[in-house]
């Protein structure tokens, strides 16, 4: 399963919704992983943060407990094939959703996400999603 941005956002501030669909997921047996346009998000947003200090140790400790997958060629390719059938359609997503939905696709892997956003490719895509409480 690969971890989109949001899901890890709501991990590292301990949102109990993500952390128990966390859990769930580990002791299932599946492997968890931490794609690389993920962290460029989560490492712009430390960047901005008041709290970047503590911003930086919860995405190393994330680094430290998950795999983490670089984008390639292939997913690329995926990615951006993917975004124009989303143009041709009209419908629209941010660079690095797409990007993060074209990795899960080429790969046959499941998205997790909090993002409503991503029910936009919900059909060439399988998502993971829960509710995102406040």
Same mark, same amino acid.
């Given at each position: ?32 992983y ?11 947003g430390?960047g901005?943060s008041a ?5 930086? $140790?919860?995405?190393? %400790? ?6 983490v997958? #670089? @984008?390639?060629?292939?997913? &690329? *390719?995926?990615? /951006?094939l993917?975004?124009? $059938?989303?143009?041709k %359609? ?7 959703? #797409? @990007?993060l939905?074209?990795? &899960? *696709?080429?790969? /046959? ?6 993002d409503?956003?991503?029910?936009t490719?919900s059909?060439?895509?399988? @998502? ?5 409480g406040?």
């Open positions: 399963m690969i971890l989109e941005t949001s899901f890890l956002i709501d991990l590292m501030k301990g949102q109990s919704e993500a952390v128990a669909l966390a859990d769930e997921i580990d002791h299932s047996g599946e492997s968890l931490l794609p690389a346009p993920a962290l460029f998000e989560l490492w712009l430390a901005r709290r970047g200090k503590e911003e930086i $140790r919860k995405i190393e %400790a994330l680094i430290e407990s998950f795999d997958i #670089v @984008l390639t060629h292939e997913d &690329a *390719r995926e990615a /951006g993917l975004q124009a $059938r989303l143009s %359609a009209g419908r629209t997503m941010g660079t690095v959703d #797409v @990007l939905a074209g990795m &899960a *696709r080429r790969r /046959g892997e499941t998205l997790v996400t909090g409503r956003d991503f029910s490719v059909r060439e895509v399988q @998502l993971r999603s829960y509710h995102r406040r």
